[in-house]
Every structure is written in structure tokens, then in C-alpha cells.
């Protein structure tokens, strides 16, 4: 690596300042894929900004009407030991436990996943099913912005050299819905999607017609998909094998991926209706626990 | 001569300082700067966990940590694992199951395993393959390891 400076910022002014100094930069959270890249050179900058001690990002609420506002270097470990995390949000729980192994989730967080915007991102599927939300924030101020629209290429995003993201902000979610989140990866653990999906399914008071539904797919194109179509198309049906297949197949539509080491193109079209359909369903038994 | 940052951190229980630039890694600062060459380097990147060491109270990859992070923090290393000469118990196990061949993954093992038997000293087995899942180990088929930390989780010193 080469010669870098480390700059530890305790509050979110020292970090706008710092991001003012005429250098380039990049954070530090976990610093699970920074600090490879920079070792291997794929990146380079002349600092690294360390964001584990500025309080807004580092802690985690619950809002008065139910949303989670999660700071963006809370470690992985630290929301999926949360109890309450657990029972409410299991969509959540669903992506934080599947990201490399304990050694990588003491440290890694959902700022660096997002941060990184790496079309495979696991967690990133996962929250736009949940309809998450970023607060973006600069010298000039703060911004909130749907997670869908965050990302412009493989590892590129519409951050500006002078902003970071503060936090993850997941709505409160409706009262009869249910998320899920999965993976495909050819081994058990510590594997890079060959495709994800993220899926959540509102269902109205009865549980017996879908008032809303939201799928994110990951790993078939340059970023993560939002494909509001495929969950327009289940608004107003009841959830059966035929809507939810028809889901899918709008899902795997949009898919575009590449074929490489981990996939071809067509496995992924398979995997993104395949994956599309058991979320789905998966998602539905959640919403009727709900 | 590159710019050095001052360091305060403790280590294995034993407040230290040292001198390290910001682009050395934690693991190279333990083995290069501190003579701590208990723990490995295996990938360098994040993947074998042969350098697992405890910040803390939680298992990390050294090679993904910088060396400056230290500061003010708690790290365990498997030098700090043993009661001076009495091996801990997962060491002993270790031994007993013959749980290493060429032993490079050996120290990332028993720092992890310890993280676990510390948290919940009854974990199972499919609690400890799954933990263990960032640990990889080249020589042993796993089977061994597996059965060393279970037997360790059943001896008294762990549970207590
Ligand atoms: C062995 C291994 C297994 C892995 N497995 C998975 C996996 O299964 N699924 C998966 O999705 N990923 C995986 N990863 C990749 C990585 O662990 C994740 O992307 C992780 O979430 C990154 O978080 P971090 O805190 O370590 O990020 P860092 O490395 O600290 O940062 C990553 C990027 O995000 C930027 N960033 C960090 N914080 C902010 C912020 N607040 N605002 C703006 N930008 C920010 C940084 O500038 C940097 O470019 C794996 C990595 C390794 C080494
Ligand atoms: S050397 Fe750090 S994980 Fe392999
Ligand atoms: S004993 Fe050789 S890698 Fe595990």
C-alpha cells in the first residue's frame, strides 16, 4: 500500500472539514474491502477517513412510528445480536448474517456494503425490499434519498467528493407485511451472489389480497435492481402460485447480467425468477405472522 | 523515512505503546513491529482468518484492520490465549484431537474458537461449524477442529 494518512474525525463537521483538506479520500468503517483494495492498488487515495467515531453513525434508534435508523458503521454482529432488531426487522437479519463470516461481521456495516456499491451487495437487495432510505450529509447540509437511486455503476454512486452517508433509514413497515432476503452462492458460507433478491409483500387487513409488494434483485446487472414492476404486478391480486410467478418472470425480465466465474447468463435468469418466487413466498409467511 | 503515529492500546492485557505508519496493517504491526508472530498471515485478505485476534472482545481479521486503529483499544492475540504456562483448554484440546497438520491456521482457529466458547460456552456443533465458517484450513478437513472445540466447550475451565 502506499504511504496514506489516517484521519480519525470525532463529529460530522471535523469529517466535512477533512473531506475539504484538497486530498482524495475514502472512509474507513470495517474497512473489509477498503483496505484490500488499497493494498492491492485497485484504489488509491491520499487519506483515509476513519467514521467509527463520529456518535451519529455509529449508533442505532427505533423512531416513534416504528422506522429503524441505522448509523452507517454500526458493525453487522451488533444489529443482528439485537433482539428486538430480530423480531421486527428479520429482513435485516436475513442479509447482516450472510455478509463473510463473524471475523468479517464484527466489523463490517451497511455504510461500507453500500459505500462499496458492488452490484452483489448483499444487504443492498434486502433494504430497498424494505423501502430504505439514505441520509446523505455535507458541509452544504443533508439529503435523504431512496436507496434505489444511490447507485450509478459498479462501484460508483451519486455521492459528492464532500459527502457521506449518516445513516440507513427503514420505514416503519405496514402492519400485514412481510420481507425476505436470500442469496444463491454455490457453498454454504463466505461467497460472493451469483444472484439475490430482496422481497416484501404487504397484505391487506384480511391477508387475503396484496395492497403492495417491492422486489430488489442484485448481481445481474452493473447495480442492484429495484424492479417496481414486477411488484406493481401483485398489487390488487391474491398471493398464489400463478401472481407470484408472474412476479418472477418480470424479475428475471429485467435482469441484464454478465456471465463470469460465478454464473453464466443464463443460470442468473433462472436463479433471479427462481430466487424472485421463493422470496416471495417466503416474505408471505412472514407477512401472515405479522 | 515515512511519517509514524503514536499508538496506545492494550495488549493481552498489558498496556503498550508503539510506532506504526497508518498504511500497516494490525497484523503486520503484531508480527513486524511487536515480534508477536503467533498470528498468521494466510490470504492478506480477509478470507482464511489465520489472523484472527480479538478487538474488543470480537474476532477480526488483522490483515483488515489498521495498525492505527489500535489506539485505545483492547487486543487479544493467541499469545494472550495460555494462563502463563497452563495451556488453555482449547489449546489443549487442540492437541489432544490432534487438530493441526502444518498449524498456520492453528492460532486464527483457537482465537475464534475462544470468541465463541466466551460468548456461549454450550454452543453445538452446527454453532460451531458456522462460526468457524471464516476460518479455512488447508490441511486438517475441519473434523478434527470441530471435535477439539466441542470437547474444550465440555471441560470445566471453559464453562466456569
Ligand atoms: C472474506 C470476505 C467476505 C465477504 N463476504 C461478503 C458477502 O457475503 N456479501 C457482501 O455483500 N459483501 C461481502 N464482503 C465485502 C464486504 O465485507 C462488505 O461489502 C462490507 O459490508 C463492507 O463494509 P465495511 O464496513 O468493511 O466497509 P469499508 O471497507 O470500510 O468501506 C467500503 C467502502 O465504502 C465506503 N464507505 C464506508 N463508509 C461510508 C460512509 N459512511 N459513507 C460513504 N461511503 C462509505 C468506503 O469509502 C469504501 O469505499 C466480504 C468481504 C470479505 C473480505
Ligand atoms: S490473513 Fe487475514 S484473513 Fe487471511
Ligand atoms: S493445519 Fe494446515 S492449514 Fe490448518
Excluded at chain 2, 23 to 47: F, Y
Excluded at chain 2, 59 to 80: F, Q, R
Excluded at chain 2, 112 to 118: G, M, R, V
Aim: glycine residues 10%.
Amino acid at each position: 500500500m502506499k504511504e496514506i494518512d489516517y484521519l480519525a474525525p470525532s463529529s460530522l463537521g471535523e469529517a466535512y472539514a477533512a473531506l475539504q483538506n484538497g486530498k482524495t479520500s475514502a472512509f474507513l468503517a470495517g474497512g473489509t474491502d477498503i483496505i484490500v483494495q488499497l493494498r492491492e492498488g485497485r484504489k488509491e487515495v491520499d487519506q483515509l477517513i476513519d467514521v467509527k467515531h463520529i456518535p451519529e453513525l455509529v449508533s442505532y434508534a427505533w423512531t416513534d412510528d416504528g422506522g429503524l435508523v441505522i448509523g452507517a458503521s454500526v458493525p453487522f454482529a451488533e444489529i443482528y445480536e439485537d433482539d428486538e432488531i430480530v423480531r421486527r426487522l428479520p429482513c435485516v437479519i436475513d442479509c447482516a448474517t450472510l455478509v463473510g463470516g463473524i471475523q468479517i461481521q464484527s466489523r463490517a456495516c451497511f455504510g461500507g456494503n453500500i459505500g462499496n456499491s458492488g452490484p452483489a451487495a448483499d444487504t443492498v437487495p434486502a433494504l430497498i425490499a424494505l423501502g430504505a432510505t439514505l441520509t446523505l450529509g455535507s458541509a452544504d447540509g443533508a439529503r435523504d434519498l431512496p436507496l434505489e437511486d444511490f447507485f450509478t455503476g459498479p462501484g460508483q454512486n451519486v455521492l459528492g467528493p464532500g459527502e457521506l452517508i449518516i445513516t440507513v433509514n427503514i420505514p416503519p413497515q405496514p402492519a400485514n407485511s412481510g420481507s425476505f432476503f436470500h442469496r444463491f452462492i454455490p457453498r454454504n458460507e463466505m461467497d460472493i451472489a451469483v444472484v439475490n433478491v430482496g422481497a416484501r409483500i404487504d397484505l391487506d387487513a384480511g391477508g387475503e389480497r396484496i395492497e403492495g409488494a417491492r422486489i430488489s434483485v442484485g448481481a445481474v446487472a452493473p447495480v442492484p435492481l429495484f424492479v417496481a414492476a414486477a411488484g406493481d404486478a401483485l398489487v390488487g391480486e391474491t398471493p398464489t402460485e400463478d401472481s407470484f410467478a408472474r412476479a418472477a418472470d418480470i424479475a428475471a425480465e429485467a435482469a441484464t447480467p454478465i456471465t463470469d466465474m460465478r454464473g453464466s447468463i443464463a443460470q442468473r435468469v433462472h436463479l433471479t425468477r427462481v430466487l424472485t418466487y421463493r422470496a416471495l413466498d417466503r416474505a408471505l409467511e412472514r407477512a401472515r405472522e405479522a | 523515512m515515512p511519517r509514524r503515529t503514536h499508538i496506545q492500546t492494550t495488549l493481552n492485557g498489558e498496556e503498550i505503546d508503539f510506532l506504526c505508519e497508518p498504511r500497516q496493517s494490525l497484523l503486520e504491526v503484531l508480527r513486524d513491529e511487536l515480534g508477536l508472530t503467533g498470528t498468521k498471515e494466510g490470504c492478506n485478505n480477509g478470507n482464511c482468518g489465520a489472523c484472527s485476534v480479538l478487538m474488543d472482545g470480537r474476532v477480526v481479521n488483522s490483515c483488515c484492520v489498521l495498525g492505527v486503529e489500535a489506539e485505545g483499544a483492547e487486543v487479544v492475540t493467541i499469545e494472550g490465549v495460555a494462563d502463563g504456562d497452563t495451556l488453555h483448554p482449547l489449546q489443549q484440546c487442540f492437541l489432544e484431537e490432534a487438530a493441526l497438520q502444518c498449524g498456520v491456521c492453528t492460532p486464527g482457529f483457537i482465537v475464534a474458537a475462544k470468541a465463541l466458547l466466551d460468548s456461549e460456552p454450550d454452543a453445538d456443533e452446527g454453532r460451531v461449524r458456522h462460526w468457524l465458517a471464516g476460518n479455512l484450513c488447508r490441511c486438517t478437513g475441519y473434523d478434527k477442529i470441530v471435535r477439539a472445540v466441542l470437547k474444550a466447550s465440555e471441560m470445566e475451565e471453559v464453562s466456569a
